[in-house]
Structure formats: C-alpha cells, structure tokens
C-alpha cells in the first residue's frame, strides 16, 4: 500500500448537485490533515477538558441524534428526507419541485441509507441492526426516476458500502448481524450497475444524471441530454467504485471510475497543472476553465488523496501534490476566521464577502466545519477544539432544534427555519461532533482502521490488498515531467505538522480574533495625505459633505468635479487628465467606485430586511421561528430589540377591514388576520384601536410561501402613518398556518415579533419538563395552561369572506424592488442624486451578537408527540426556489 497503512481519511458532504456548495471555503480544509492518524495528548494545564466534561458532551450528541432520526423514522420513513417543521416526510413528485436540489431524492429512503455506518459509530448497534433490515424488506433501487449520478454515489452507493463494511465487522465480533449475508452488498452492486450507463459518452466521463429505471438512453429516461459536468460530478467517484470492485471483484466499476478520472488530469492546464470547474463530457473541453477549491471541484481533490491511501496507487498522490498541498498552518487560519463568523451569527451563511457581510444567509446545517474541527484536534490535540464543538453543539439545539427534528437556517441573521433536514446531516454532523469527544475506549471498533469518504461513510482499509484487478499505471509522467524528491511518498509525521509546542496553534489565532470585527476596513488616502503632516484616513464616499471646503479641496486635487443642480442635489464626474498626479487621478477612480456602489446601495437599503415571528409557548419555547415580512409603517422592530411579545387572538370580521367586532379578545394581544379587501394601514389602524400590541396578516393565497416566494413588505395607504404605532408582520400562507394549527393544537400560543430570533424560553421549558415528570397527561395539559396565566378565550375560526373580483386592494410591494440605474460614461464618472447635505454612511453588517455563555440542556425526556396535531394543508410549495435560481445563474458565472 506504498506506506499509506495506517493514515486515517476524512471527508465532508459531497458537492456537485448539492446545492450551493461552491461558496464554502472551509471544504478542503481537513485534506491537509487526512494523514494524522493520532491524536497528539493535549497540552496539559488550564484550557484541557475535563474527561467527564467530553463524557456529558458525547452523550449530549447521541441525545441529539436520536432526537433527529427518531422524527425522521416516525414522521418521514420511508420518504427520503424529513420535513421537520410540517412533521412529515418529502417525497419526490408529492412536493413541488425544488429543482436541481431535488436530484439527490430517488424514492430509496436516503435518509436511513445515509445513516446506517453513523449507527454503528454511535455504538447503537441494535438499531443498526434493524436499520438494515428495513432496507432490505422496504427500499426499491427500481424506480422509474432521474437522479444525480454524483449524489446517489456518495449518499446511496456510499450509504449502502459503509453499511456492508460496518455490518461485516460487527459479524466477526460475533454479537450482532450473524443472519447478514451481504444484502447490503447486493444492494449496492444493483445500483453500481445501474449507475454505469451514464459513463457511456466517448470521453468516459458520465453523464451527470441518469434514471434508475431505463439508464440514459431509453426513450423514457427523461434525461441524456446534458452535455457538461463538474469536475468534482466525474471525479468523485473512485472511492465508492472501487470499493464496490474489490469487494465483489467485478473489475468494471473501479475500471469505469479510474477512466473518468484519468481523462480529467489529461485535460488539465499543462503549465499549471490545475483543471477546470466544468468539463463537455463529449468533446473534453473546459466549459469553465477557472480553478479553485469550491464546490464542483474540491472532492475531486479529496480523492485523488484518498484513493492513494486506500488503493495504494503512487499516481493519484502525485497528482495531489501537484495541484494542491496540505498544510496546517492556513487550516489553522481559515478555520478560526470561519468561527468568528459563527461567534457572530450562530451558524456560517452560505456565502459572505471579503469583508464578511453575509450574503446569502441561508444555512442547511451543513457538516463540513464540524468535520474539519474534528481533523484540526486529531492533528493538534488542542482541546481549544473541543471548546469549538461544544459551541456547535450549542448553537444547534438553541437555534435549529424543533419539536420534530433539526431545521436549516433560512436566515442566520433572524433565525428563521426551512422546512429542510437533508440526510448528509444525520450521515455527517453526529458522526464527526461524537467522534472529537470520544476516547478510544468510547468505541466498539477501531475508526483508524477505516478511511472515511466525502460522505462520512466508512470503508476498510484492507480493501487496498483484495482483489487488486486492474494493473497500475502511472500515466502523470507521460504529460509532464515531475520530480519524485517533492513528493511525500507516505503519511507525513504529525510531529512536523504541528510542532510540539501547545501554543503553536494559538499564536496562530490569536491575530484572528477579532478579525470579523474590523470589517469595512479603511486604507490610506494620498490625496488627504497631502492636506496635512503624516497619513489621514481616506476620504470614503460614505463620509463626503458637498459643504465640507476640505472635502471639496480633495475632490479638485483627484479630478472631481462638482455639480449643483436645481433641485438641491449634486451631480459627480472625474476628469482623470484634470488630476494633481496620477496617484490622485486613482484615488479619484477608487472614490468614483465607491460613490456608484453607494448610491446603488441606498437605493436598496430602502428595502427592509426580513423580520421574525418566534413562537415561544409551550411546546416551542422559540424553537420555531418563520420568516416574516415587514412593513413601511408602524413601530420599526429594528430599533426595538425586545421586539413585541403576546398570545395571539383571531379578530373578527377576519380580513380587519372594518371595526373589530371582537375587541376584548384581541386587547393586548396579537392579532391574526387575513389578507384582503382593504389596504394593510387599515388593518393596522382598526385593530390598534381594538387595543392590540400588535399584528400578523396571513396571505389568503392558499400555499404560498417564503420558501418560494420573495420577500414582501407591507406599504401604506399613500397617506401619513405615523398615527400607527403597533408593528405589523406578514406571514405567507404556509407559516401562518403553522401558528392556526399551533392554536387549534395547544389553543393558548405567544409568539415574539422581532428583527431577529432571540435564544429560546429555557426556563419555561425546563418548567414544563417538571410538570411533566409529576403529573398525568391530562393534568399536565391542565397546569400548562395556568402556567402562562390567564389568557381568555380563543375565538373561533371566522368564516371565509367573499372577496370581490379584480385588483387586490392590499398595497404588497415586493422587498425586492427594481431601483433606479447609475450610468457610466466611458471617459467620465458620473453619480447622480446625491444628497446636497451628506451622503449617509452604509452600515457594516455585523450581525446577530447574542451571548454564547448561556448553555443549552439536554432534551432526552421532553420530545413532543405531534402525532395527534393537525397536520398543514397538503400543497405546500417547495423550499429555496429563490435560491435556486440563484444557483443556476453562479453556475453560468465565473468567480
């Protein structure tokens, strides 16, 4: 195995179809450490974790998981992925499509195939146990539908390896699964083969999906018109194919697999040695010729490393080292920078700029920083890691934690819920979170003798000496020549990674810090140097004043000319040739950019973000939060951070059109309504007369949704609404009938109208937990109530009201507004409409700064049965469509 015995693998959640996967930087950041088999012994002295300190927190995790897959196995089972909001599972062609993400569903219950080995890792081998045997009675790998050949690899055909080789090992103990006979095996030879028809292109690199029934071809395969792929689509393949191979010792799939991966190194840049992001599986041309370690590209990296640890092949780590090497040092930086972002906000967003504004905030519970801070502690055996864990652990029962499972984040800065727990949570989060708080003993089996693939699934070692079918050849040298001396031809000593010194790494850090912090930073002005002894800050867009003579002698000294219109705003253009000096002439440039960016930007700011709705009676306790949209008027919850919090109440007439009928139910209360008939200030004014504290409108547009739709904000009636003094929130149709169902449920619901979720009620909870434990079902419902006071009566559901044909009354302007253009011309900078006064100053997203201190309890004895609630209406529409297109124009992008 030319040295490699012994190295232990890693992997995070694949990439490809997946998603949004192309904007985490932090993918890669465990190949660098992959060859760290040992954990060092942790620096002895103040900063070590107690054992029974890691103990509680690797019991916390199993809490957790089987919080996750017990909802998933009631509610969702046999479907392949659970809603945990609506507590049901999503099945495909039943949901309304969510495009390219759906590609990983295939009707073959993924999630259980996805969690089996991560049974076993957790020692919970008797529901490993029947976990196979559900997927040997129930799943069908036959069905007439198009997947993702990259997904069903790593989840399905990865899911179904890592079960046999698990399922193998607990065999020899001679405790468990002495009736297996390889099903699991079979199982995954059917889907090999019925994955091989999507190579049968004249490069050898598959098709990206392909259709389990009737392959490619087939005139009912509904696919086999793509003609490209991402380099990380064809070449993550190897680990799983060539597991499949030795195991079985049919030479096709690994040779099939190899062929692809072969092809993608023939076409690399020659002078570089680097490949494209996206490849024509005909022709071999480069459709994207950018590089990079984002998604669509970094598994292919993973596993040219790991396919030499676990096949023992010299020319996939050479290729490795000539595109890419590993070093702890940045895995060191990277990884603390990517904290402070989620000191920051809870979670990591899906994408942030350089100066870490979030961008797209979504997060789908990803694993894959959890995963490189379990590799960082391997490697170090710095328990400032494990301080790392037990935040994430935190952060995931405080903020994502619901009544039926874990939701994805679909805002980190307000804390709103998706109705998504994809299966690469279950498969990777809790396998990666216990293993950095387990010992050796914690375990039934040894992981250094497994390599884990991009997936998180596990698979053998020993594979690298059986049934070695294919001759290996060492095609590198044929391109280019390269030099043996730069390569590590076995696993790298850990005492060279990471010197024996226990404040290595946190010298490394501690630069770090605070680097979220100082975002917008600001640089040094030549031009306002000149105005005075020694270096100034720079004059920034954001701080010009047309009345400012200093700032004016500026802009003369960069070429910038002023020009007052009649209305009272400035006009800016810059003559480079009219400069001081070609140094200034640049800093007019760079101040011209700046003053574009900003006034596109405050036409934008004059949207308003989204706002949260937090329901924080029992049984939530602020678990589930819904996005929510603003509007133009009433009391602006950004400036009142406690937000507005109360039960909520019906109001009758229900569309709040007229004088509420039913004031003293609505009095300090929230009111419920529904859309229509009048403008949203009318609603508003009537029921504040009524005496409620605050509102919610519910679109009468039967399953619409966040999820799908774009953000509104309520306008007003066109007249002054400053007498408004409530704030008002609207709810699309699928989450305000989360909180009706929520009433009809549990009657008596408080909800929290925000800017921003807040940590949830731990103390009501944990009253509750007590109730719970000393009284009956039925006394317990009763003391619950009283427990929240008395709250009146809850007035029934008002009927439909006809609403008469035509425009909509309602003044719903969408939050995503065209704005006014800004014209370039190609001699001249040009910024129209600026204010004669000043120019605001754009804020610097900083993000939710909530205390980490408050600790979160384990929940082992307080699940929620749902199985009696009355479950939302059955056409929900489907989650992330904004994002999806958002998806499908980045992959058209060159980053």
Known sequence: MSGAAGCQGGGGGGDGDRGPRWRRPWKLLALGLLSASSVLAAAPGAGAMSKEEKRQLGNQVLEMFDHAYS????????????????????????????????DALGKFSLTLIDTLDTLVVLNKTKEFEEAVKKVIKDVNLDNDIVVSVFETNIRVLGG????????????????????????????????????????????????????????????????????????????????????????????????????????????????????????????????????????????????????????????????????????????????????????????????????FRVHWAQHPLRPEFAESTYFLYKATGDPYYLE??????????????????????????????????????????????????????????????????????????WLSTTNQTIAKKN???????????????????????????????????????????????????????????????????????????????????????????????VQLVQ???????SLDAEDGLRFMQEMIELSSQQQKEQQLPPRAVQIVSHPFFGRVVLTAGPAQFGMDLSKHKAGTRGFVATIKPYNGCSEITNPEAVKEKIALMQRGQCMFAEKARNIQKAGAIGGIVIDDNEGSSSDTAPLFQMAGDGKNTDDITIPMLFLFNKEGNIILDAIREYEAVEVLLSDKAKDRDLEMENMDQKLSENDSHKQNSEEATSAFQDVGEVSEEPEEEERSDGIDPDSLAPANADSDSVSISNQDYYVPELDEASAPEPTCTQGDNQPQEQKTEAESNSKVSWDNKVQPMESILADWNEDIEAFEMMEKDEL
């Open 575 to 581: 003559h480079a040739v009219q400069a001081a000096s």
């Open 160 to 355: 179904l390896l890592g079960g046999h080789s698990v399922a193998i090992m607990l065999k020899e103990k001679g405790e468990y699964m002495q009736w297996y006979n390889g099903e699991l095996l079979h199982m995954a030879k059917e889907l090999g083969y019925k994955l091989l028809p999507a190579f049968n292109t004249t490069s050898g690199l598959p098709y990206p999906r392909v259709n389990l029934k009737f392959g490619v071809r087939h005139p009912e395969a509904r696919t086999g018109t793509e003609t490209d792929t991402c380099t990380a689509c064809a070449g993550t393949l190897i680990l799983e194919f060539a597991a499949l191979s030795r195991f079985t010792g049919t030479s096709i799939f690994e040779e099939y697999a190899r062929k692809a991966l072969d092809f993608i190194w023939e076409k690399r840049q020659r002078s570089s040695n680097l490949v494209g992001v996206t490849i024509n599986i005909h022709t071999g041309d480069w459709v994207r010729k950018d590089s990079g370690v984002g998604a669509g590209i970094d598994s292919y990296y993973e596993y040219l490393l790991k396919a030499y640890v676990l096949l023992g092949d010299d020319s996939f780590l050479e290729r490795f080292n000539t595109v890419l090497k590993g070093d702890i040092r940045p895995a060191i930086e990277t990884h603390e920078m990517l904290y402070q972002v989620i000191k920051k906000h809870n979670f990591l967003p899906e994408a942030f700029t350089t100066d």
């Open 475 to 569: 095609t590198t040298t044929e391109y280019t020549e390269l030099d043996d001396s730069n390569f590590d031809w076995t696993c790298p000593n850990t005492q060279i990674l990471f010197p024996n010194d226990p404040m290595f790494a946190q010298s490394i850090r501690e630069p770090l810090k605070n680097v979220v912090d100082k975002s917008c930073p600001r640089g040094i002005s030549r031009a306002e140097e000149s105005l005075g002894s020694g270096p100034k800050p720079p004059l920034r867009a954001r701080d010009f004043m047309a009345s400012n003579p200093e700032h004016l002698e500026i802009l003369k000294k960069m070429g910038v000319s002023l020009i007052h219109l009649k209305d009272g705003r």
């Open 388 to 461: 790392v864990g037990k935040t994430l652990i935190e952060n995931l029962n405080k903020y994502a934690r619901v009544p039926c499972g874990f939701a994805a984040m679909k805002d980190v800065r307000t804390g709103s819920h998706e109705d998504r727990m994809d299966s690469f949570f279950l498969a990777e989060m809790f396998k990666y979170l216990y293993l950095l708080f387990a010992d050796k003993e914690d375990m039934i089996f040894d992981i250094e003798d497994y390599i884990f693939t991009t997936e998180a699934h596990l698979l053998p070692l």
């Open 71 to 102: 909802n998933y196995m009631e509610h969702a089972y046999p479907a392949d992925e659970l809603m945990p909001l609506t507590c049901r599972g999503r099945v495909r062609g039943q949901e309304p499509s969510r495009g390219d993400v759906d």
